[in-house]
């Protein structure tokens, strides 16, 4: 009966977004492995696929350049040492090629920006919230505003929102990394061994991440390979709704809540690149960015077991400390007449 009603309740949603019983289906396992069924009202939308794409009524030099942006989004080290330095693809965080529920699937982006972001306090289009994935999630250098690879990225994201409604005024399906309920305790020494039993396997016990022949497998959670202190998922609650609705790979939802909001914990406080908004010092940045992003990370905290000042450093990993050009740059309503 109950699975009965998980169905009923998924078709229902289904039905309202306008989707397919068919598209549906892919919706009703996600129910059966344990994530929450849509609630009424919710938007439900399946991306289409790049097999959709080659059967898509569209020109083919628009085909060509979503091709592009697939190819870059899921394999994201052919920028390496030019708009990548560190060991992410976007793919890394987005699973299932940008299209996975409760993975921060990408297409919602194309559909409620620009909007106002609190992470710069301005309002955000697509590039920029893409340029922004560079800066932090890469620890790199974006590609410009309008060149042929940031056309390609928008394009794939875009794609994958097709038949979705903009700015759609229902809450949007699996969006984000949903974090579980945050126990009244967190261990950093619980979070360390539930690492070691579950998490490295793909990433190491010491957070480099995993390799075969010199090429990246699984990326490394902390170190100069991973992101830098401005990333999203430094913050706990991001962290530990990733780690909760998609880890290990394969085994989502396996991990109880508490196992879960450990390993962010434990993962969050060890050392990255720096913010590349550094001031050139720990607590000053810690002021400036504190009350809109760093309040809900480790940034400038104090290890417990080692009395380590998190962040109070001036390593920027691979980048070195050229500054990303979209960060600081100016918005309008700054320039002079």
Same mark, same amino acid.
């Given at each position: 009966?109950?699975?009965?009603?998980?169905?009923?309740?998924?078709?229902?949603?289904?039905?309202?977004?306008?989707?397919?019983?068919?598209?549906?289906?892919?919706?009703?396992?996600?129910?059966?492995?344990?994530?929450?069924?849509?609630?009424?009202?919710?938007?439900?939308?399946?991306?289409?696929?790049?097999?959709?794409?080659?059967?898509?009524?569209?020109?083919?030099?628009?085909?060509?350049?979503?091709?592009?942006?697939?190819?870059?989004?899921?394999?994201?080290?052919?920028?390496?040492?030019?708009?990548?330095?560190?060991?992410?693809?976007?793919?890394?965080?987005?699973?299932?090629?940008?299209?996975?529920?409760?993975?921060?699937?990408?297409?919602?982006?194309?559909?409620?920006?620009?909007?106002?972001?609190?992470?710069?306090?301005?309002?955000?289009?697509?590039?920029?919230?893409? &340029? @922004?994935?560079?800066?932090?999630? %890469?620890?790199?250098?974006? /590609?410009?505003?309008? !060149? #042929?690879?940031?056309?390609?990225?928008?394009?794939?994201?875009?794609?994958?929102?097709?038949?979705?409604?903009?700015?759609?005024?229902?809450?949007?399906?699996?969006?984000?990394?949903?974090?579980?309920?945050?126990?009244?305790?967190?261990?950093?020494?619980?979070?360390?061994?539930?690492?070691?039993?579950?998490?490295?396997?793909?990433?190491?016990?010491?957070?480099?991440?995993?390799?075969?022949?010199?090429?990246?497998?699984?990326?490394?959670?902390?170190?100069?390979?991973?992101?830098?202190?401005?990333?999203?998922?430094?913050?706990?609650?991001?962290? &530990? @709704?990733?780690?909760?609705?998609? %880890?290990?790979?394969?085994? /989502?939802?396996?991990? !109880? #809540?508490?196992?879960?909001?450990?390993?962010?914990?434990?993962?969050?406080?060890?050392?990255?690149?720096?913010?590349?908004?550094?001031?050139?010092?720990?607590?000053?940045?810690?002021?400036?960015?504190?009350?809109?992003?760093?309040?809900?990370?480790?940034?400038?905290?104090?290890?417990?077991?080692?009395?380590?000042?998190?962040?109070?450093?001036?390593?920027?990993?691979?980048?070195?400390?050229?500054?990303?050009?979209?960060?600081?740059?100016?918005?309008?309503?700054?320039?002079?007449?």
């Amino acid at each position: 009966m109950k699975l009965r009603r998980t169905t009923l309740a998924v078709a229902s949603a289904a039905l309202a977004a306008g989707m397919s019983m068919a598209a549906s289906a892919e919706y009703e396992k996600l129910v059966e492995m344990g994530y929450p069924a849509p609630k009424e009202g919710d938007l439900v939308h399946v991306p289409p696929t790049m097999a959709d794409l080659e059967e898509a009524d569209i020109h083919p030099e628009l085909k060509k350049v979503i091709r592009r942006g697939y190819d870059l989004f899921t394999n994201t080290q052919q920028l390496r040492g030019e708009n990548v330095f560190n060991d992410m693809n976007c793919s890394s965080c987005h699973l299932g090629e940008g299209r996975q529920p409760f993975s921060a699937p990408v297409w919602p982006a194309a559909v409620t920006l620009p909007d106002f972001r609190g992470k710069n306090q301005h309002v955000n289009n697509l590039e920029e919230r893409i &340029a @922004g994935c560079f800066a932090y999630s %890469m620890n790199g250098i974006p /590609p410009e505003y309008g !060149s #042929d690879d940031m056309l390609a990225l928008s394009a794939y994201h875009r794609w994958l929102a097709k038949g979705a409604p903009m700015y759609p005024d229902q809450p949007i399906y699996g969006r984000g990394f949903p974090a579980p309920e945050k126990p009244e305790e967190l261990s950093y020494a619980r979070g360390e061994q539930a690492y070691l039993d579950n998490c490295a396997v793909c990433h190491s016990e010491d957070g480099s991440g995993h390799y075969e022949d010199g090429e990246y497998v699984f990326p490394a959670p902390w170190g100069d390979g991973s992101n830098n202190w401005g990333a999203g998922i430094v913050r706990t609650h991001t962290a &530990a @709704g990733f780690i909760k609705n998609n %880890m290990p790979l394969g085994q /989502p939802l396996s991990l !109880s #809540d508490q196992e879960a909001w450990d390993i962010a914990y434990y993962m969050t406080r060890q050392e990255r690149p720096q913010d590349p908004r550094y001031t050139g010092d720990v607590e000053e940045t810690l002021e400036k960015f504190g009350p809109t992003f760093h309040k809900n990370s480790s940034y400038g905290q104090v290890r417990e077991h080692d009395g380590h000042r998190l962040a109070d450093h001036a390593n920027f990993g691979e980048k070195g400390d050229i500054v990303p050009w979209n960060v600081g740059v100016p918005r309008f309503e700054d320039l002079e007449d």
